[in-house]
């Protein structure tokens, strides 16, 4: 099992940054791909990135890719989330997961462990 704490989050302005870190403590950290997803109020928890048990891969969702670049430190077990030009759109609540699948897939489902998430508020 692991335990995953994320931290980073707050209020910024549009065009802002910044830089969410999901800290796992548990089994082997490396044994697991990782994701940030996030959920608005009223919406549905929707796929934000993933990077694989090593950081060879990594997904995007089309709405952030290009200004979202994740990354990981398996010495450190923890994965980070470096938000750019940051929207009013991006503001949700924030969640890091981790699943034992070999590669990180997009659903919410397929991941078997989760933080208990981090608030990003982005100002007009």
């Known amino acids: 099992q692991v335990q995953l704490v994320e931290s980073g989050g707050g209020l910024v302005q549009a065009g802002g940054s910044l830089r969410l870190s999901c800290a796992a403590s548990?089994?082997?950290?490396?044994?697991?791909?990782m994701g940030w997803f996030r959920q608005a109020p009223g919406k549905e928890r929707e796929f934000v990135t993933a990077?694989?048990?090593?950081?060879?891969?990594?997904y995007y969702a089309d709405s952030v890719k290009g200004r979202f670049t994740i990354s990981r430190d398996n010495a450190k077990n923890t994965v980070y989330l470096q938000m750019n030009s940051l929207k009013p759109e991006d503001t949700a609540l924030y969640y890091c997961?981790?699943?034992?699948?070999?590669?990180?897939?997009?659903?919410?489902?397929?991941?078997?462990?989760w933080g208990q998430g981090t608030q990003v508020t982005v100002s007009s």
């Open positions: 997961a981790a699943t034992i699948a070999t590669m990180p897939g997009v659903r919410f489902n397929e991941y078997n462990y």
């Open positions: 990077i694989s048990r090593h950081g060879l891969r990594t």
């Open positions: 548990g089994r082997t950290f490396s044994s697991y791909a």
